[in-house]
């Protein structure tokens, strides 16, 4: 059983066939399969210029802000000891 299948009860296929067995209700992404549901948010995909502008336009922060993009399995990612905010980008096919 894959960490997908613990959460929604069903093993993940095609597109089609995983999309319909979740449902999704504001903010709430809810297996149809288990009942279970999970808070979701909004993929926003932002240029690095962009988050540098936003930055500068937020005022003064604390510490030192370092964005990059890894490839990678994303497992051994948040067992690295970093304390680091992780994004990533998946698909519903196998």
Known sequence: ???????TGFRETSYENTRSKLKVEGSRLQSLINGKSYSIGQLELVSLHDLRERVKSAGSLCGRIKVSVVTGDV???????????????TSFTK
């Open 1 to 7: 059983m894959d960490w997908f299948e613990k959460l």
């Open 75 to 89: 497992r051994q990612l948040h067992h690295s000891g970093l304390h680091d905010q992780l994004t990533v980008a």
